[in-house]
């Protein structure tokens, strides 16, 4: 019995990783997605809340994105599931390497590489945005770009994220909001306010994302 409970656990992250990749691109596949103010995302940080990250990370594959993974045992099924994707990944968070996956993703942002952020995660609040993106986008020079994204019909997971998963053949939208730049010399107040600026308009994206499909 022991030896089996190992040889799962060993097998678990590959199994799962591969189901869930696989409902990914099906719901992706049928999914009527509408982009509006979609724009060149180069040398830039693109924030979206956590819980409706399936959607972007369907629609942007295969660009050779830039993401950021905690090395938790769900972030290893994440892990390769955006490797899956087409994305390239940097293994950190806010707990565990995380003063390394900063550094690490500035020097990809400097570079001119692109980072697709969930900046609420992976722990939450739900809806705050935590400092380390504003640490990469002070440091690097990028653009923070913030992005709404609705579909329905959708289920809404019993999550501390409220995970959005749409029903197949569902109408997706994902609004664009204006690039927010902070100055190479920002200090701690100016980055204060910049990342209750990115905040709000994360917010607001979201909100005109769900009423634009009547939620």
């Given at each position: 019995?022991?030896?089996?409970?190992?040889?799962?656990?060993?097998?678990?992250?590959?199994?799962?990783?591969?189901?869930?990749?696989?409902?990914?691109?099906?719901?992706?596949?049928?999914?009527?997605?509408?982009?509006?103010?979609?724009q060149a995302l180069d040398h830039c940080i693109?924030?979206?809340?956590?819980?409706?990250?399936?959607?972007?990370?369907?629609?942007?594959?295969?660009?050779?994105?830039?993401?950021?993974?905690?090395?938790?045992?769900?972030?290893?099924?994440?892990?390769?599931?955006?490797?899956?994707?087409?994305?390239?990944?940097?293994?950190?968070?806010?707990?565990?390497?995380?003063?390394?996956?900063?550094?690490?993703?500035?020097?990809?942002?400097?570079?001119?590489?692109?980072?697709?952020?969930?900046?609420?995660?992976?722990?939450?609040?739900?809806?705050?945005?935590?400092?380390?993106?504003?640490?990469?986008?002070?440091?690097?020079?990028?653009?923070?770009?913030?992005?709404?994204?609705?579909?329905?019909?959708?289920?809404?997971?019993?999550?501390?994220?409220?995970?959005?998963i749409p029903w197949p053949f569902a109408k997706?939208?994902?609004?664009?909001?204006?690039?927010?730049?902070?100055?190479?010399?920002?200090?701690?107040?100016?980055?204060?306010?910049?990342?209750?600026?990115?905040?709000?308009?994360?917010?607001?994206?979201?909100?005109?994302?769900?009423?634009?499909?009547?939620?």
């Open positions: 019995m022991g030896r089996l409970k190992y040889q799962w656990r060993a097998a678990r992250p590959n199994v799962v990783s591969g189901l869930l990749y696989a409902i990914v691109r099906a719901l992706g596949s049928v999914l009527r997605l509408e982009i509006r103010n979609e693109v924030c979206g809340w956590h819980g409706r990250s399936l959607i972007f990370g369907n629609h942007f594959r295969n660009r050779g994105y830039w993401v950021v993974i905690s090395h938790s045992n769900d972030g290893e099924i994440q892990n390769r599931i955006f490797q899956k994707l087409g994305y390239r990944t940097i293994r950190g968070s806010t707990g565990r390497g995380g003063a390394r996956a900063a550094i690490e993703a500035i020097r990809v942002l400097r570079a001119g590489g692109t980072m697709a952020m969930t900046p609420d995660g992976p722990r939450g609040p739900s809806g705050v945005v935590q400092g380390g993106v504003m640490l990469m986008a002070a440091r690097s020079g990028a653009a923070l770009v913030p992005v709404g994204i609705s579909a329905r019909p959708r289920t809404l997971a019993k999550s501390w994220d409220r995970y959005l997706g939208l994902m609004i664009f909001g204006e690039p927010i730049h902070l100055d190479a010399d920002a200090d701690e107040a100016a980055i204060e306010q910049k990342r209750l600026e990115l905040e709000r308009r994360m917010h607001e994206l979201q909100k005109d994302a769900d009423r634009c499909l009547g939620l």
